[in-house]
């Protein structure tokens, strides 16, 4: 069984370092559109603009950018919720309260200085936007590794919409899955828009 997990560990890194050294090569006006892109796609959701509370996250590095997306849902009345990176790698919530709210957290990201919710706020979300590196046709995301989103992921229930947000090329054939690796419902993709998963 250690063996196992140790091989699923191996080939989940090396798909990571795969899609990261993809993003990375990508130009950074060709990152910008995309992220502009996905923006669009995932406002146009009829249930996001339906959801009262929206668990996002603001994007780092080469990740598909979610500052405007954030900022949007914000300013058309959703209560958006961020997460705070804690210790022990479970993620709190607090509020987003516009981008003069968000301070410097740990690992390079911004989080909001908002007090903290509680990690079960997700729970009570309408909809869950997730970051990922890749994601295939069954729902199972690659991360970056750190397991902080598989262990938020499964306090959301069975029906909220979980979007992940990708690049084009980042809908693949399989991702190497452990069991406690939780799964999307839809992508969120420049070029594709949002595709439902699992795939027929």
């Known amino acids: ?16 370092r795969q899609v990261v050294t993809a993003r990375a090569r990508m ?9 502009r892109a996905i923006r669009d796609h995932v406002l146009s959701m009829p249930e996001v603009a ?34 705070l990176l804690l210790p022990d ?14 301070v410097p957290g740990p690992r390079g990201l911004l989080q909001p200085g908002e007090p903290p919710r509680g990690i079960e706020t997700v729970s009570r979300a309408d909809v869950v936007l997730a970051p990922a590196v890749a994601v295939d046709g069954a ?4 991360g970056r590794g750190g397991g ?4 938020a992921l ?7 919409p979980l979007i992940a947000l990708v690049y084009d090329a980042e809908l693949v054939t399989q991702v190497p899955v452990a069991g406690h690796d939780q799964r999307v419902r839809a992508v969120a993709r420049p070029a594709h828009g949002i595709t439902r998963l699992p795939l027929p």
């Open 1 to 16: 069984m250690a063996a196992d997990e140790a091989g699923v560990a191996e080939r989940k890194a090396a798909l990571r």
């Open 27 to 35: 130009p950074l006006p060709e990152r910008e559109a995309a992220g």
């Open 50 to 83: 339906a959801a009262g509370t929206i668990a996002a996250y603001y994007s780092v590095g080469t990740e598909p950018a979610t500052h405007s997306l954030v900022y949007a849902l914000w300013k058309r009345g959703s209560y958006v919720i961020l997460p």
């Open 89 to 102: 790698g479970d993620l709190d919530w607090a509020s987003y309260e516009g981008p003069d709210s968000l």
């Open 139 to 142: 729902g199972y995301r690659l």
């Open 148 to 151: 902080s989103y598989d262990r």
């Open 154 to 160: 499964a306090r959301v229930g069975e029906l909220v």
